[in-house]
């Protein structure tokens, strides 16, 4: 079956320091995969996607490159900030596009 | 405003009480969904719809029930709520399949307590 499995949080990280988030996927046939970021008291905004082996998915600093021999869409970024603080959620859609898996979130903290 | 609305925002029910949370899109949007979000286990998705009278089941839907007799409402009614239905839920839209890869836009959420 399908399922997304993700880094355990929480994250803490001092400003400007190097974040990446594992995320590993199992799947059938060509899934697509997205990061989503959920700020405090909202809803799950889109941060990212790729949709075939190799694409490389990019975002406010943000990246995730779509790796089929190792089954993994790492979220990366060079230097985070405070407002970067949320929590992150890995995700695939199957072939049809119709059903969505998702991991269990990062939390991430950054601090001045 | 482009938007997902979802009601109520916080709900506190008792076993057994038949509720209903709506979710309207203004989107013009085909694709709608549900989703319960409890921690640990992340987002878990419940129904999905394609198109008005168009509703099929996600991962789980157990305890649920949905309709989509219009395009723009989605709601979810859960006919005899229990108390491990208490979660965050969230409901969603996208343009999907018009429009590449299925980009979900969400609402902000409802958080339902079933006592």
């Known amino acids: 079956g399908n399922s997304v499995t993700q880094m355990e949080g929480p994250v803490t990280l001092s400003e400007e320091a190097f974040l990446t988030i594992n995320c590993t996927y199992t799947?059938?046939?060509?899934?697509?995969l997205f990061w989503y970021v959920q700020y405090p008291g909202e809803g799950l905004q889109l941060l990212l996607k790729?949709?075939?082996?190799?694409d490389k998915g990019s975002n406010k600093g943000f990246e995730a490159t779509y790796r089929k021999e190792t089954t993994s869409f790492h979220l990366e970024k060079g230097s985070v900030q405070v407002s970067d603080s949320a929590v992150y959620f890995c995700?695939?859609?199957?072939?049809?596009?119709?059903?969505?898996?998702f991991g269990t979130g990062t939390s991430l903290t950054v601090i001045p | 405003e482009a938007q997902v609305t979802q009601n109520p925002r916080y709900l506190i029910t008792v076993t057994g009480k038949k509720l209903t949370v709506t979710c309207s899109q203004n989107?013009?949007?085909?694709?709608m969904s549900w989703y319960r979000q409890d921690p640990g286990l992340g987002l878990r998705q419940i129904y999905y719809?394609?198109?008005?009278?168009?509703?099929d089941k996600g991962d789980v839907p157990e305890g649920y029930k949905v309709s989509r007799k219009e395009k723009r409402n989605f709601p979810l009614i859960l006919e005899s709520p229990s108390p491990n239905q208490t979660s965050l839920y969230f409901c969603?839209?996208?343009?999907?399949?018009?429009?590449?890869?299925?980009?979900?836009?969400f609402g902000a959420g409802s958080r339902l307590t079933v006592l």
């Open positions: 969603a839209s996208s343009l999907f399949p018009v429009v590449g890869a299925n980009v979900l836009t």
């Open positions: 799947a059938t046939g060509y899934p697509s």
């Open positions: 790729a949709t075939k082996a190799d």
């Open positions: 995700a695939l859609s199957e072939n049809t596009g119709n059903q969505f898996y």
């Open positions: 989107m013009n949007h085909e694709y």
């Open positions: 719809s394609m198109n008005v009278e168009v509703t």
